[in-house]
């Protein structure tokens, strides 16, 4: 089955606690991207890539690293989290950057981080 | 700039149509996608319009004017598994990122 799966699924941490939010894909794209979603602010991308060692910032990256030593996987790192980074994540891949027609995402199950 | 707006919650009843408005002034722009997202679900892709006119999809449809920076969603014979967040994205010009709306929260009454 064609997925994007992210791990964990809900995670309570304290504040400068390093953490790692796992991302990764089985449909070979090329693609992947980090969203955060806070109520009222929608979907905000935090980092992309767009192939292997190649990643680049988003429009709220502060906080926030990335890595894309695979094309499958994209990790999510949060070096020292604070309570601001309480949110919801989700990873996305799509096939290809450059994005021919309806080349839409498909979005990870998503996680819950709660940084106290 | 990037800027998308949409109403914020929206309420219609069951068996009833209705339009969510999405206006947008971004940098660039290479297609609008509507996205469905349940609450504490991931989004999953509704439609897409890159050119201005109507794309239908079963009880979908959603509709560009590129030269008035605006689409809508529109969804007919409301059922009440429709009660769920629309989101309205744009992709840049080089297709590499999108931005999204703040999303409408749509309550469908029986």
């Known amino acids: 089955e064609a997925q994007v799966t992210q791990n964990p699924r809900y995670l309570i941490t304290v504040t400068g606690k390093k953490l790692t939010v796992t991302c990764s894909q089985n449909?070979?794209?090329?693609?992947m991207s980090w969203y955060r979603q806070d109520p009222g602010l929608g979907l905000r991308q935090i980092y992309y890539?767009?192939?292997?060692?190649?990643?680049d910032k988003g429009d709220v990256p502060e906080g926030y690293k990335v890595s894309r030593k695979e094309k499958r996987n994209f990790p999510l790192i949060l070096e020292s989290p604070s309570p601001n980074q309480t949110s919801l994540y989700f990873c996305?891949?799509?096939?290809?950057?450059?994005?021919?027609?309806?080349?839409?995402?498909?979005f990870g199950p998503g996680t819950r981080l709660t940084v106290l | 700039g990037q800027n998308i707006d949409q109403p914020t919650e929206m309420t219609a009843t069951e068996g009833a149509i209705v339009q969510i408005n999405c206006t947008y002034q971004?940098?660039?722009?290479?297609?609008l996608f509507w996205y469905q997202q349940h609450a504490g679900e991931a989004p999953t892709f509704l439609s897409y319009?890159?050119?201005?006119g109507l794309e239908e999809k079963g009880r979908f449809s959603s509709f560009l004017s590129r030269s008035k920076g605006y689409s809508y969603l529109l969804l007919k014979e409301l059922q009440m598994k429709d009660s769920a967040s629309y989101l309205c994205?744009?992709?840049?010009?080089?297709?590499?990122?999108?931005?999204f709306g703040p999303g409408t929260r749509l309550s469908v009454l029986p």
């Open positions: 319009n890159v050119l201005d």
């Open positions: 890539s767009m192939n292997v060692e190649v990643t």
């Open positions: 449909m070979n794209h090329e693609y």
């Open positions: 994205a744009v992709r840049d010009s080089y297709g590499q990122n999108f931005v």
């Open positions: 971004t940098s660039g722009f290479n297609g």
């Open positions: 996305a891949s799509r096939l290809e950057y450059r994005g021919y027609e309806t080349d839409t995402q498909y």
